[in-house]
């Protein structure tokens, strides 16, 4: 399996050793931040919904972003991004072995970079994926990746024998994902909170759930949809009176089998 998470927008760029990867899509990211540079900060401010110091923060990190970026200013993706989903998978307790095998396994989906292995090498940024930046290839930035990022993960499903494809990240972020292009089958795993009206998603933990999930697979060298019902991290279970074969249901404090659901 291969198991996707969205990026975050806090950073973590606190001294880190081990050897990066160049991301699959760095020369688009180098397109990308000059196309963002030029806006003018009230146009970022606008693009991105931020407040005029923030606006003025990733102008200036993107008019420093570079082709040919120093070690000292570039960090690896799994540990540069700070955030709910990051603090679930705990990327830098992982053992070597379990950094190979993510390297192999996990992507991190991205609006500036596409597609991010845990290693790459990332310049600091700011820029979700539902951003209306208009490029040569249309309005936003799921019209400038196109099907550029499935037939990605098809690649990489292919190379290490996957055919199943874990979403364990948000909708804004999964959106960019072609659907007709993807070849893998898709389960999005959900995580429910018990509740006196009933289950319920709250999104601070459901962030961080989902980096748990990909944690879970990745230590756990996971090949089989099966095996995600054993996840128990923090506190969920699996609930298959709540789940089909694509949407498993997780549910913390509660017995299995409730049977009531309200989304947030």
């Known amino acids: 399996m291969l198991v996707v998470i ?8 606190s001294e880190r050793e081990g050897a990066t990867t160049a991301p699959d899509f760095a020369a688009d990211a180098v397109r990308l931040a000059r196309t963002a540079r030029n806006l003018t900060l009230k146009n970022l401010q606008d693009l991105m ?20 970026p120093d070690a000292d200013a570039t ?13 679930g ?9 379990e950094w190979d095998w993510a390297q192999d396994h996990l ?35 799921y019209a400038y990746w196109g099907d550029r990022i499935a037939r990605a993960l ?8 996957a055919r199943a494809l874990v979403n364990c990240a948000s909708q804004e972020y999964f959106g960019a994902v072609a659907p007709e292009a993807l070849e893998l089958s898709v389960i999005t795993p959900v995580f429910m909170e018990d509740r006196p009206g009933g289950p319920k998603i709250v999104s601070f933990y459901a962030k961080r759930a989902r980096g748990a999930m990909a944690r879970f697979i990745v230590q756990h060298r996971l090949t089989d949809p099966a095996a995600l019902t054993g996840f128990d991290s ?14 498993p249901v ?13 989304a947030s």
Do not use: C
Not at 54 to 66: C, P
Not at 118 to 128: F, G, H, M, V
Not at 234 to 247: F, I
């Open 250 to 262: 997780f549910l913390r404090g509660a017995e299995p089998g409730a049977s009531s659901i309200e």
């Open 234 to 247: 923090g506190g969920y279970r699996y609930q298959p009176d709540l789940s089909d074969p694509g949407r």
């Open 107 to 141: 992507r991190i989906l991205s609006g500036l970079y596409g597609l991010l292995r845990p290693r790459d090498a990332i310049q600091p940024y700011r820029l979700e994926m539902g951003s209306r930046l208009r490029t040569r290839r249309g309005a936003s930035l």
């Open 89 to 97: 998978l705990e990327a830098a307790s992982l053992d070597p072995d």
């Open 154 to 161: 098809n690649a990489q499903g292919e190379t290490v024998g």
């Open 49 to 68: 919904k931020i407040s005029p110091e923030l606006a003025k923060l990733n102008r200036d990190r993107f008019r420093a972003f570079s082709e040919t």
């Open 75 to 87: 960090r690896p993706a799994a540990l540069g991004f700070a955030g709910d989903t990051y603090l």
């Open 6 to 13: 969205s990026p975050a927008k806090r950073l973590d760029w």
